[in-house]
């Protein structure tokens, strides 16, 4: 079956290292998306892309990348990990190129200590 | 850009009661308004949406209803069981725009 997977589920890693979250997507959809969920935020946008080689800022971009260099994978780096942080971040990918459902990978959960 | 505000944050309903959340939005283009439903240490996923040119629309206990001139729109559940306690998120999101923006979350307690 098709679906949409995260690595690591759990990570642990010191301040100020460089950390990289990955997702993929076995749908062929063309838009993917990282958020980070924090109690009382609910899911914040950090990165979105609609297709290979397209990337796009979100609201909480800020020490955060990502590349797309095919339909299925979206990684998200932390370039210099902070405590800030210390979240848990959901990948979701959706097809086509109006408003449809967007599909959920399990998450990861990261602690910055 | 969109802002979305959802209440109240937290809910608890005894079982068979109805629950009502809400949500209010800031962008008047924004025509897609999804509800996901997140079990404790699960993935959030999708409900019920609707779209702009609809006021209402139902699936079974669940339905949700759009004021597109008050810029609110609110998910309805009736006969509430044990297994709707989660927490819910709406969404909102508009044409050219496919990446949504989430309200904070209601976290819904049904006691049995």
């Known amino acids: 079956d098709a679906e949409i997977t995260q690595s690591p589920r759990h990570k642990i890693t010191e301040t100020g290292r460089q950390v990289t979250l990955a997702c993929h997507q076995t749908?062929?959809?063309?838009?993917m998306f990282w958020y980070r969920q924090d109690l009382g935020h609910g899911l914040r946008l950090i990165h979105y892309?609609?297709?290979?080689?397209?990337?796009n800022k979100g609201e909480v971009s800020d020490g955060y990348s990502v590349s797309r260099s095919n339909t299925e994978d979206l990684p998200l780096t932390l370039e210099s990990a902070a405590s800030s942080q210390t979240s848990v971040y959901f990948c979701?990918?959706?097809?086509?190129?109006?408003?449809?459902?967007?599909?959920f990978g399990q998450g990861t959960r990261l602690t910055v200590v | 850009g969109e802002n979305v505000e959802q209440h109240p944050s937290t809910l608890s309903v005894q079982e068979g009661d109805s629950a009502v959340i809400k949500c209010t939005y800031s962008?008047?283009?924004?025509?897609?308004f999804p509800w996901y439903k997140q079990e404790l240490g699960k993935r959030p996923q999708l409900i019920i949406d609707?779209?702009?040119?609809?006021g209402e629309k139902k699936d079974q206990r669940i339905a949700v209803t759009l004021n597109k001139t008050a810029k609110h729109f609110s998910l309805h559940i009736t006969e509430t069981q044990p297994e709707d306690s989660a927490v819910y998120f709406c969404a909102a999101s508009r044409t050219g725009r496919r990446a949504l923006t989430f309200g904070s979350g209601t976290r819904l307690q049904v006691q049995p």
């Open positions: 979701a990918s959706s097809e086509g190129q109006g408003n449809t459902e967007a599909f």
């Open positions: 962008d008047s283009a924004s025509n897609y």
């Open positions: 892309s609609y297709g290979v080689q397209d990337t």
């Open positions: 749908w062929n959809h063309n838009n």
């Open positions: 609707i779209r702009s040119n609809v």
